[in-house]
């Protein structure tokens, strides 16, 4: 069997799990498949209509807009060469929202451009994919595929970035992932380091150094998944040193339709929404998910609470999701969501967001 293609789209192996779908059905199209060289194409598209109550504001907002995903289109091509696979993949993320600011100027974010080498060794990742700090929080959260935290009012919404994780910014990364081990996989990154500090003779003089360690089993039909991953980095200029810090976990049963997931993040000297070019303090932050899911037939029920509270950027915040996800089939999904997301300022306990959002959606991909 080809590792690269069990490797090349871990989101859409996520994604056709959270859809309660095998992961080939979702995954990708083969074009070609000849003399040990293949080529397949997988898309997401999605679009929800968003009714967004502020009641800080007393504002009512109507939108059309892109659910936690963006619409995507990835390429995916390995080649076998002796006791070597050789692989890559890209992927385009494309707004559906910015044509009326910009009417002929839509954005594309590559996310994912990055080539393989698989062998009996394991796998040696190089290019741009999403970092190994919070991956799996992210990629097995139950509502990947709905709408979650309303986010920003042009573009996609946050999801439960923010509220119980930050995001795992694609970056500049050279990563190896060890053969699987007994349900054990582990991978190490050396990712190109943020500027998290500004004025005379920055620098950095190391990279970014990125881990995950995940674990899968089943005991008589009950599932289990756990994660543990982590990032350090440091950043300094003439005056100033920032340590930069975080640890993610989380762990996810599964048995029959019942699902219970669990998973939080500390942090030091990191920002926790995004990591960025932008300057940070050594100041801390934290937060957590948990989740319960239950699927009937071609219908799944999700209930999910997050919250963050970071020093770092004195803000607390929480989010509440009630989520329908309806298979009308294995490539093609409704979904209806209720969202209630507060913030406030960490030292004055001064409210500066109430939402409360009803999402109506639907999901193809293939």
Excluded at 254 to 260: D, R
């Amino acid at each position: 069997m080809n590792n690269n293609n069990i490797r090349r789209s871990r989101l859409f192996i996520a994604m056709a799990a959270a859809m309660g779908a095998s992961a080939g059905a979702n995954a990708a199209v083969e074009l070609y498949n000849e003399d040990g060289t293949t080529f397949s194409v997988d898309g997401y598209f999605n679009a929800f209509y968003v009714n967004r109550d502020n009641d800080l504001s007393d504002t009512r907002d109507s939108r059309i807009k892109m659910g936690f995903l963006p619409n995507t289109i990835g390429f995916n091509f390995s080649k076998e060469m002796g006791d070597l696979t050789l692989g890559g993949r890209s992927s385009f993320w494309t707004s559906i929202n910015d044509s009326l600011d910009s009417p002929i100027d839509t954005a594309i974010d590559v996310r994912q451009f990055y080539a393989t080498v698989d062998g009996s060794f394991g796998q040696v990742l190089i290019g741009k994919d999403f970092g190994l700090y919070a991956r799996s929080n992210i990629f097995l959260d139950e509502i990947l595929m709905g709408f979650g935290s309303p986010g920003t009012a042009g573009g996609v919404s946050f999801g439960n970035i923010g509220v119980g994780y930050p995001y795992p910014t694609p970056s500049a990364q050279i990563t190896y992932r060890a053969p699987e081990m007994s349900g054990f996989n582990i991978a190490v990154g050396v990712l190109d380091p943020a500027d998290t500090v500004t004025g005379a003779n920055d620098e950095n003089s190391a990279p970014r150094f990125e881990s995950e360690i995940t674990y899968s089993t089943d005991v008589n039909g009950l599932g289990l998944t756990g994660w543990l991953n982590g990032r350090y980095q440091s950043a300094e200029n003439a005056g100033t040193t920032v340590d930069s810090s975080g640890l993610g976990y989380g762990v996810k049963a599964s048995l029959a339709g019942l699902t219970l997931a669990a998973s939080g993040f500390t942090s030091k000297g990191d920002n926790p929404v995004l990591i960025s070019n932008s300057p940070v303090t050594e100041d801390d932050a934290d937060g957590f998910l948990v989740q319960g899911s239950y699927a009937f037939g071609p219908n799944r029920l999700v209930l999910s609470y997050g919250e963050t509270d970071a020093e770092i950027l004195n803000l607390e915040t929480e989010s509440t999701t009630l989520g329908f996800f309806h298979d009308v089939n294995s490539n093609f999904k409704l979904v209806a969501e209720y969202n209630m997301f507060e913030g406030e300022n960490r030292t004055t306990g001064m409210t500066n967001s109430d939402i409360n959002t009803i999402a109506l959606g639907a999901v193809v991909t293939f």
